[in-house]
C-alpha cells in the first residue's frame, strides 16, 4: 500500500513495499523523476514502468497499457507546475491541485497538511503528512522520499543547457 502527498511545492511518499496483507522486506520506490517529469505510483507498482513509457510515448488513451482484473492504481504525473492523476478505468488526464495525496493513506496525509496549515506550519508539508500516516496507517511505512519540484525543474533546465536529454536526478526503478 502507498501514501504520496503533494503540497504544491513537494512530493513525498512512503515506502512501505507489501503484497496483499504480507509487508514485504526492502523498499518501494513509488516516486521516479525523469526528465523534467516526476512520476509517482501507488496500487499495482508492476504498472509503473509501463505506464511511464506509455506517458513518454504520448499517453494516447487507446494504448494505455491494461491492469489486470479488478486492479487498482494511481499513475501521477507532475510536469510543468502542474499535476496529472491517471487510473485504470479513467485513462484520461485528472488535474490534481495541492494539497492532495493519494494511495491507502491519503485521508491521514490530508488531514494532516490541513491540520499543519491551520496551526500555520507550511513548510514540508508533504513529508509531514506521510510521517503521520506512517505513524497511523499499518499498511504505510519504510523511509519517507521528497522531492521539491522547483529543484527538478531547474535540475531538467540545466541539463538542457548542457545538451543532456535526462535530468541528473533520474533515480532507477
Not at 523534467?36 to 510515448?57: I, K, N, Q, V
Not at 491492469?67 to 479513467?90: I, S
Not at 493519494?102 to 488531514?111: I, P, Q, R, S, T
Amino acid at each position: 500500500m502507498s501514501c504520496i502527498a503533494y503540497d504544491g511545492r513537494q512530493v513525498a511518499a512512503d515506502s512501505l513495499a507489501t503484497y496483499g496483507n504480507l509487508r514485504m522486506p526492502g523498499n518501494e520506490v513509488k516516486l521516479i523523476v525523469a526528465g523534467p517529469r516526476l512520476y509517482g505510483m501507488t496500487g499495482l507498482s508492476a504498472m509503473f514502468a509501463p505506464l511511464m513509457a506509455w506517458y513518454e510515448d504520448g499517453a494516447q488513451v487507446a494504448t494505455m497499457p491494461a491492469a489486470p482484473g479488478d486492479a487498482t492504481f494511481a499513475f501521477l504525473v507532475w510536469e510543468g507546475g502542474r499535476c496529472f492523476v491517471y487510473r485504470p478505468k479513467l485513462p484520461y488526464a485528472e488535474e490534481a491541485f495541492a494539497p492532495d495525496a493519494w494511495g491507502c493513506g491519503c485521508d491521514h496525509a490530508l488531514g494532516a497538511m490541513k491540520a499543519l496549515s491551520l496551526a500555520g506550519i507550511t513548510d514540508n508539508l508533504a513529508r509531514r503528512a506521510v510521517e503521520a500516516t506512517i505513524e497511523l496507517d499499518v499498511k504505510c511505512g519504510g523511509p519517507v522520499l521528497v522531492y521539491d519540484l522547483a529543484e527538478i525543474a531547474e535540475a531538467s533546465i540545466k541539463a538542457k543547457r548542457r545538451g543532456v536529454r535526462r535530468s541528473p536526478m533520474v533515480v532507477a526503478a
